[in-house]
């Protein structure tokens, strides 16, 4: 069997140019062109870099040019980057999609599509189950403008695939990932030394590591299934033991004036929080990863717990309190 | 013979033994553990487990269910048990000592205090104690402060998804199928059980193979007399129902203190339902049937212990 022919969106992000590196240096591909507005500054070595726009109709002609049998699609933006619009970061999601998927239309070789989407679809609702399965994404109204995006992406690939049997469409549905050298919602939150949370309340949340993270995507580009599959790191972590954990102190706040005083906060090293990570705050969200052991054939290294731990740890935060009274 | 020294002896004996760390060139944190080493071991232990909980070294599970707070309550809720409800349980060894089993219990009472008490009847009459997860009305969960106690105790959010993945666990389950049904009845229809709507904790029960155990439980019907609600104020908080009640919401937060009824709680045969297979799930009839089954069972068991009881209060 000749090696696999991969494209890679995203290719500039931290994930994209590591899943982009270890993909080439994988024996079973062949060929990986990674494609980013901005294409990542360190060497990547095996990798054919491509400079585009994905939200560009010149997708059209880069995609089948490329000759791929597969397409991984890591260009889902979670929150906007430095100077990008929430207008910007809708058009890069559900745009940029529909313009991938197009060209993937007029590319007869494709097999495979593996999409680095967002469990976020899934809300955060205080009559939530404990653990979302794949087939509940509609159980919930969609509420914030992040959570319609990802469910437009979801239908434009489920569409796809309904109308090409014959390629394999993997839906991810990620939780917000956690470690020391990804930059995200979670991170940044627990970088500032007091955090606002909500008055009263104490959500499960749940996170994946980064390692974890990779080796998901990984795992899923080598052994694809059909529709949607959860990637979290195991179990479930209380927000206060999380932010004891981490040192670090909370200001509870009343629910009608979260956002307000979140927004206050922004001196002291308070990330702006998105929607979706307010309601993350308030009711929390945890997903179910039986899809991703048994058919994808990937078992998480770290639970939650275990996740948190390991970036505290490594970042030089964990607290032990417990050492301190003989 | 030592006498235990009073909390503002140990505050002094603490304070005193920070000092002289702090004297000898000690960092606060050093410091603050030669005041406590200073202390009598039971103060010491008290101290050192609410410094390692602030520290956020503490167990919950995936659930949120943390047995070391359930502990900490528990002092509560034996009083509760023993004093204030009068508490006589019966029965509570048929409840299965290990694997996955399936509680139905009547539900009254506005506030979720039946599943208080018929988890620490568990705790106490049981030969091998297990605390049993209740499956909670969501609108709980809405609450500020409400949502965690309930979640540290054994609470889950009432779907029969959460139910099934606990059994699956082969935890122990409690549901009240009347569901709000049965907490927002008014007080003319105590002791007389509501609809058990269409049978999904038998379903859960027979996908799961776990057996179905009744309780009937007296006295909970007394302990908010509901005799009428406000339908706008419901609106306006978002809850099912809005009660008034003798005392509630007319005294305010005193209002919603509990009468002293005396209780009863009783634990039927359990009702094996593993031999029907996981396809049974399918079949409406014996889904209704069994549903059936168990409300006859609680609501004979109910009637009963009224008659037991004798009067509510006394």
């Not at chain 1, 597969?70 to 910007?88: D, E, F, L, W, Y």
């Not at chain 1, 993350?280 to 990863?289: C, M, N, Q």
């Amino acid at each position: 069997m000749a090696g696999r022919r991969v494209l890679i969106t995203g290719v500039g992000s931290h994930m994209g140019a590591t899943v982009a590196g270890r993909l080439a240096a994988h024996p079973h591909f062949d060929h990986v062109a990674g494609l980013d507005t901005r294409l990542p500054s360190e060497r990547l070595d095996g990798v054919e870099l491509i400079q585009a726009d994905i939200r560009d109709p010149a997708m059209d002609t880069i995609v089948p040019g490329a000759q791929v049998d597969t397409v991984v699609h890591n260009q889902i933006v979670r929150r906007p980057g430095p100077g990008m619009s929430s207008r910007a970061m809708h058009d890069i999601n559900v745009i940029g999609s529909l313009q991938l998927l197009t060209a993937c239309e007029r590319s007869p070789t494709i097999e495979t599509i593996v999409i680095r989407g967002s469990a976020g679809i899934y809300g955060a609702e205080p009559n939530a189950p404990q653990f979302f399965g794949e087939e509940m994404a509609q159980l919930f109204p969609l509420r914030t403008r992040f959570q319609r995006d990802v469910s437009e992406i979801e239908n434009l690939f489920a569409n796809f695939a309904a109308r090409h049997p014959d390629v394999t469409c993997t839906m991810l549905r990620y939780q917000p990932g956690i470690g020391p050298s990804v930059d995200t919602q979670v991170t940044r939150y627990l970088a500032a030394r007091l955090v606002p949370t909500y008055l009263g309340f104490d959500p499960r949340v749940q996170f994946v590591h980064e390692d974890d993270a990779l080796d998901a995507l990984m795992a899923a580009v080598e052994r694809p299934v059909r529709g949607a599959v959860n990637v979290a790191g195991p179990g479930s972590i209380g927000l206060t033991r999380l932010i004891r954990a981490a040192g670090r102190a909370s200001l509870p706040v009343a629910a009608p004036v979260f956002g307000a005083v979140a927004d206050a906060m922004r001196r002291l090293g308070v990330p702006s929080l998105s929607e979706d990570f307010k309601r993350l705050l308030r009711w929390g969200r945890a997903v179910d990863t039986a899809r991703l052991v048994d058919e994808v054939g990937f078992t998480p290294r770290y639970s939650t717990p275990s996740a948190v731990e390991d970036y505290l740890r490594r970042r030089g935060g964990l607290r032990l309190l417990g050492g301190l009274v003989p | 013979m030592t006498r235990q020294p009073d909390p503002i002896e140990m505050a002094s004996l603490f304070l005193r033994g920070v000092r002289s760390g702090l004297d000898a060139g000690l960092e606060l944190p050093e410091a603050a553990a030669r005041g406590a080493a200073s202390l009598p071991r039971g103060a010491r232990d008290r101290l050192r487990s609410a410094a390692r909980r602030f520290g956020g070294d503490y167990g919950e599970d995936e659930w949120g269910f943390d047995a070391e707070f359930a502990d900490n309550v528990e002092p509560l809720a034996a009083f509760l048990y023993e004093r204030w409800w009068r508490v006589h349980a019966e029965g509570a060894e048929k409840v299965p000592a290990h694997g996955r089993a399936l509680l139905a219990a009547n539900h009254a009472g506005i506030l979720p205090w039946d599943a208080v008490m018929i988890s620490t009847a568990i705790m106490r009459e049981h030969p091998l104690p297990r605390q049993p997860r209740f499956l909670v009305l969501d609108w709980a969960f809405r609450l500020p402060y409400v949502s965690v106690v309930m979640r540290k105790v054994g609470g889950v959010v009432a779907s029969p998804h959460n139910a099934r993945r606990l059994l699956e666990q082969d935890e122990l389950v409690a549901v009240f199928p009347e569901g709000v049904k049965g907490t927002g009845k008014p007080y003319s229809e105590r002791y007389r059980l509501q609809r058990f709507g269409r049978g999904g904790f038998v379903e859960i029960a027979l996908a799961t193979g776990a057996p179905i155990v009744p309780v009937a439980v007296v006295g909970s019907e007394e302990i908010y007399p509901k005799l009428g609600e406000s339908p706008a104020l419901a609106r306006a908080l978002g809850a099912p129902f809005f009660p008034l009640t003798p005392t509630f919401p007319w005294l305010g937060a005193l209002g919603a203190l509990p009468l002293p009824s005396r209780w009863r709680i009783e634990f039927c045969d359990p009702i094996a339902t593993a031999h029907y297979g996981p396809e049974a799930v399918r079949d409406r009839g014996l889904v209704l049937e069994l549903s059936e089954r168990v409300r006859d069972t609680v609501q004979r068991k109910v009637l009963e212990n009224v008659v037991k009881r004798g009067p509510a209060f006394l």
